[in-house]
């Protein structure tokens, strides 16, 4: 505009400047000798009224093309802006424009324009909405069986882009290694990034080769493989080849790849080696001693009873020290040496709630429950468990162990694990009746054969005996049983998490067909690119004087789309005190900061998680700043490809001075969520920017360094921190 100013200026003082040199040409022939000396002596004795009155008319002038650009080129420019925005970004928009009355005309009839086409794009979305709620249906299908499989599952293509994972694969790569901050190897999977960052190259290459190596009579190609997550997570995988048509072709260049962590398995085998050699090793002796104290005594019955005495002394501590040796084993990895069996968390009271009700059902009694601790849980197959128990009770009671009276269900925490006791009022069982009893087979709903109480017990990894309680007159049965937040149960259920969606939707079919991802961006279309929006918040405002990141949120965009379920969150001890400016905008305290990681240990996760995308920024210059100055502490340089909204809004609408993040979201129609917080920001400039790529091509601007020089011209990229 400033150019067109000067240009419209030198053009009318141009124009007034001859005409008034041809009209004094014109005037001067017509004067004779004496009139010409009169004007020439008027001219120079008022020269400095002529130089103030000159110096007017080039103001007036000056205030005149100004007024006349802004009527007749800036307003027209803004308009043409706005209706783009309406076309492109935001239908709801309308052109505010009262004067000139030609241009307010003109922006009520492009309001009026505006509001058929938003009529119209409302019944086409209407319609395409209807038309896809059986697509939907059937996405949502795949999602739940997606989320709800026990397996991890990963679908990449040709190239080893990841097209399709489910939860369980998240969990098992982005968790794998790492610490809750995130100091250590945290391996980042998701949408658009290779599948050779958590798996070796070499080992999938080698399992393609095999696919592709089996007849073609095989319907369902598979290989199978054991490998290593970049963590060092032992993995057994199970991977084929899928069909896909393509431009009515078929191909076979998207794999399906089945991962099963068998680490546990591998440990449980170490485990259980072990504890069998200890025991082989350990028990040797005690069985040696008590063989000769016992061979002793038979073949010299003879002998004084103060020897025999001595060799029964030695066979009860010899009988003791195998005992409690067997029991160390067992409390040292209890279910080791047992067979796997799925169990679930329940809690405590639940479970005795249900044994409570099973038992006065089926035998006939009153049942008192007790608990020491309302919230402790267990690990069990509570149908498994109930049945067993009120199975054996009700043989208790047939075989006359128990009068009528009541039974006892008691629940407690024994060190690492639950104790279950139940007891009653005794007649006692003999030892003999109670091992016959918990060796009877049990017929179950369910179980393809009869199980024992023992095989039950066994199937928990717990223990189980009967007790006469001397001195008063009850007995029990008791049982040790796994906790749930013991580490030994962890593999036997699916890992919770609170941040995570149950449902979230981690799939994109329109990378089957996606171009590898490659360094030289320069020429691709900007709709063809991974990115990494994100945004900080930060102790002040002065990176130079010492201020320190104290938060950083960033998530991704693949195919034109927010992948709300791949987001990057965390909070940041600077290790200083926040400025109570700051502290107002975002609300993080010193406080709230004291238990969070170091930038040091946070910013090798976010470069992780940047890895192979463009990262997209409001005001990037800033937050950028911040980053390069911790160059030195981590060693990570964030020299990724660089693209800012704030220089993108000022191409698309170069004539709005206003490109805060909370102006361009409301022209745009954002709504803005979670305002000055890290990943809040993050998702608003995410929005702004899939909007501003529509804009740019409008513009003809659709490749990475087309973006980016547009961005060079504007007055924003001039600033500095």
């Given at each position: 505009?400033?150019t067109?100013?000067?240009?419209?200026f030198?053009?009318?003082v141009?124009v007034?400047?001859?005409?008034?040199?041809?009209?004094g040409?014109?005037?001067?022939?017509?004067?004779?000798?004496?009139?010409?000396?009169l004007?020439?002596?008027?001219?120079?004795?008022d020269?400095?009224?002529?130089?103030?009155?000159?110096?007017?008319?080039?103001?007036?002038?000056?205030?005149?093309?100004?007024a006349?650009?802004?009527?007749?080129v800036?307003?027209?420019?803004?308009?043409a802006?706005?209706?783009?925005?309406?076309?492109?970004?935001?239908?709801?928009?309308r052109?505010?424009?009262?004067?000139p009355?030609e241009?307010?005309q003109l922006a009520?009839?492009?309001?009026?324009?505006?509001?058929?086409?938003?009529?119209?794009?409302?019944?086409?979305?209407?319609?395409?909405?209807?038309?896809?709620?059986?697509?939907?249906?059937?996405?949502?299908?795949?999602?739940a069986?997606?989320?709800?499989?026990?397996?991890?599952?990963?679908?990449?293509?040709?190239?080893?882009?990841?097209?399709?994972?489910?939860?369980?694969?998240?969990?098992?790569?982005d968790?794998?290694?790492?610490?809750?901050?995130?100091?250590?190897?945290n391996?980042w999977?998701?949408?658009?990034?290779?599948?050779?960052?958590?798996?070796?190259?070499?080992?999938?290459?080698h399992a393609?080769?095999?696919?592709?190596?089996?007849?073609?009579?095989?319907?369902f190609?598979?290989?199978?493989?054991?490998?290593?997550?970049?963590g060092?997570?032992?993995?057994?995988?199970?991977?084929?080849g899928v069909e896909a048509?393509?431009?009515?072709?078929?191909?076979s260049s998207?794999?399906?790849?089945?991962?099963?962590?068998?680490q546990?398995?591998?440990?449980?085998?170490?485990?259980?080696?072990?504890?069998?050699k200890?025991?082989?090793?350990?028990?040797?002796?005690?069985?040696?001693?008590?063989?000769a104290a016992?061979?002793?005594?038979?073949?010299?019955?003879a002998?004084?009873?103060?020897?025999q005495?001595r060799?029964?002394?030695?066979?009860h501590?010899?009988?003791e020290?195998?005992?409690n040796?067997?029991?160390?084993?067992?409390?040292?990895?209890?279910?080791g040496?047992?067979?796997?069996?799925?169990?679930?968390?329940?809690l405590?009271?639940?479970?005795?709630?249900?044994?409570?009700?099973?038992?006065?059902?089926?035998?006939d009694?009153?049942?008192?429950?007790?608990m020491?601790?309302?919230?402790?849980?267990?690990?069990v197959?509570?149908?498994?468990?109930?049945e067993?128990?009120?199975?054996?009770?009700?043989?208790?009671?047939?075989?006359g162990a128990t009068?009528?009276?009541?039974?006892?269900?008691?629940l407690?925490?024994?060190?690492?694990r639950?104790?279950l006791?139940?007891?009653w009022?005794?007649?006692?069982?003999?030892?003999?009746?109670?091992?016959?009893?918990?060796?009877?087979?049990?017929t179950?709903?369910?179980?393809?054969a009869p199980?024992?109480?023992?095989e039950?017990?066994a199937?928990?990894?717990?223990?189980?005996?009967?007790?006469r309680n001397?001195p008063e007159?009850?007995?029990?049965?008791?049982?040790?049983?796994?906790a749930a937040?013991?580490e030994?149960?962890?593999?036997?259920?699916?890992?919770?998490?609170?941040?995570?969606?149950?449902?979230?939707?981690?799939?994109?079919?329109?990378?089957?067909?996606?171009?590898?991802?490659?360094?030289?961006?320069?020429?691709?279309?900007?709709?063809?690119?991974?990115?990494?929006?994100f945004?900080?918040?930060?102790?002040?405002?002065?990176?130079?004087q010492?201020?320190?990141i104290?938060?950083?949120?960033?998530?991704r965009?693949?195919?034109g789309?927010?992948?709300?379920?791949?987001?990057?969150?965390?909070?940041?001890?600077?290790?200083?005190?926040?400025?109570?400016e700051s502290?107002?905008?975002h609300?993080?305290?010193?406080?709230?900061l004291?238990s969070?990681?170091?930038?040091a240990?946070?910013?090798?996760?976010?470069h992780?998680?940047?890895?192979?995308?463009?990262?997209?920024a409001?005001?990037?210059a800033?937050d950028?700043r911040?980053?390069?100055l911790?160059?030195?502490?981590?060693?990570?340089k964030?020299n990724?490809?660089?693209?800012d909204t704030?220089?993108?809004s000022?191409?698309?609408?170069?004539?709005?001075?206003?490109?805060?993040?909370?102006?361009?979201?409301?022209?745009?129609?954002?709504?803005?969520?979670?305002?000055?917080?890290?990943?809040?920001?993050?998702m608003v400039?995410?929005?702004?920017f899939l909007?501003?790529?529509a804009l740019?091509?409008?513009?003809?601007?659709?490749t990475?360094?087309?973006?980016?020089?547009?961005?060079?011209?504007?007055?924003?990229?001039?600033?500095?921190?």
């Amino acid at each position: 505009m400033k150019t067109r100013f000067l240009g419209a200026f030198a053009l009318c003082v141009f124009v007034v400047a001859a005409t008034v040199a041809a009209l004094g040409a014109v005037l001067w022939a017509g004067l004779d000798e004496g009139q010409r000396t009169l004007v020439q002596n008027a001219l120079a004795n008022d020269a400095g009224a002529l130089l103030l009155v000159l110096a007017l008319i080039l103001v007036l002038l000056a205030m005149l093309v100004q007024a006349a650009l802004a009527a007749h080129v800036a307003r027209p420019l803004a308009l043409a802006e706005e209706t783009r925005l309406i076309a492109e970004a935001n239908p709801r928009h309308r052109l505010q424009c009262t004067h000139p009355r030609e241009l307010a005309q003109l922006a009520s009839a492009i309001n009026g324009l505006a509001d058929r086409y938003e009529a119209m794009r409302s019944s086409v979305d209407s319609r395409i909405a209807e038309s896809n709620r059986e697509v939907e249906k059937e996405r949502n299908l795949l999602a739940a069986l997606m989320a709800d499989l026990t397996e991890s599952v990963i679908v990449f293509n040709a190239a080893g882009t990841i097209l399709l994972y489910n939860q369980r694969a998240r969990q098992l790569f982005d968790g794998a290694g790492g610490a809750e901050h995130g100091a250590g190897a945290n391996h980042w999977i998701g949408l658009g990034r290779s599948i050779f960052g958590n798996l070796d190259r070499q080992v999938i290459a080698h399992a393609v080769e095999h696919l592709h190596a089996q007849p073609g009579d095989h319907t369902f190609p598979v290989a199978e493989f054991v490998t290593t997550t970049q963590g060092g997570r032992l993995l057994r995988a199970r991977m084929t080849g899928v069909e896909a048509t393509h431009s009515g072709e078929r191909d076979s260049s998207a794999f399906v790849v089945v991962l099963h962590d068998v680490q546990r398995e591998v440990q449980l085998g170490a485990t259980r080696e072990r504890v069998l050699k200890s025991l082989t090793e350990g028990s040797r002796a005690s069985l040696a001693s008590i063989r000769a104290a016992a061979e002793s005594i038979l073949h010299y019955p003879a002998m004084e009873a103060a020897q025999q005495q001595r060799f029964l002394a030695v066979i009860h501590d010899e009988s003791e020290k195998l005992g409690n040796r067997i029991s160390d084993a067992l409390e040292a990895d209890a279910g080791g040496l047992a067979a796997e069996w799925p169990l679930t968390p329940m809690l405590g009271r639940d479970l005795l709630h249900a044994l409570q009700r099973a038992l006065e059902e089926r035998c006939d009694c009153t049942v008192t429950a007790e608990m020491e601790d309302a919230a402790l849980w267990l690990a069990v197959d509570s149908f498994l468990l109930v049945e067993g128990l009120s199975y054996l009770m009700r043989r208790v009671r047939q075989v006359g162990a128990t009068p009528e009276g009541s039974l006892k269900v008691r629940l407690a925490r024994s060190g690492s694990r639950v104790k279950l006791e139940l007891d009653w009022q005794h007649a006692p069982l003999a030892v003999d009746q109670a091992i016959a009893l918990e060796n009877e087979p049990i017929t179950i709903p369910g179980q393809p054969a009869p199980l024992s109480f023992r095989e039950i017990i066994a199937r928990h990894r717990g223990e189980a005996w009967y007790q006469r309680n001397a001195p008063e007159p009850r007995s029990a049965f008791c049982l040790l049983l796994p906790a749930a937040d013991d580490e030994r149960t962890a593999i036997s259920s699916p890992a919770k998490t609170e941040t995570t969606p149950s449902r979230p939707v981690f799939y994109d079919f329109d990378l089957f067909h996606q171009a590898g991802q490659s360094t030289e961006i320069d020429q691709r279309p900007l709709s063809e690119l991974a990115y990494t929006v994100f945004d900080t918040e930060t102790t002040g405002l002065q990176p130079l004087q010492g201020d320190e990141i104290v938060s950083i949120g960033a998530v991704r965009i693949l195919n034109g789309r927010l992948l709300t379920g791949e987001t990057f969150e965390q909070l940041v001890n600077p290790q200083r005190s926040v400025s109570r400016e700051s502290a107002g905008i975002h609300g993080l305290s010193d406080a709230m900061l004291a238990s969070q990681p170091p930038i040091a240990a946070v910013l090798p996760r976010f470069h992780r998680y940047c890895d192979s995308t463009v990262l997209v920024a409001h005001n990037a210059a800033f937050d950028m700043r911040f980053l390069q100055l911790k160059e030195p502490v981590t060693g990570l340089k964030f020299n990724h490809p660089l693209l800012d909204t704030l220089l993108l809004s000022a191409v698309v609408q170069p004539n709005h001075a206003d490109h805060s993040l909370e102006a361009i979201a409301a022209r745009l129609g954002i709504n803005v969520i979670g305002r000055h917080t890290a990943l809040g920001d993050a998702m608003v400039t995410g929005e702004i920017f899939l909007k501003l790529v529509a804009l740019l091509r409008e513009q003809g601007i659709v490749t990475f360094q087309q973006a980016q020089e547009a961005s060079r011209k504007t007055s924003y990229a001039q600033i500095k921190y």
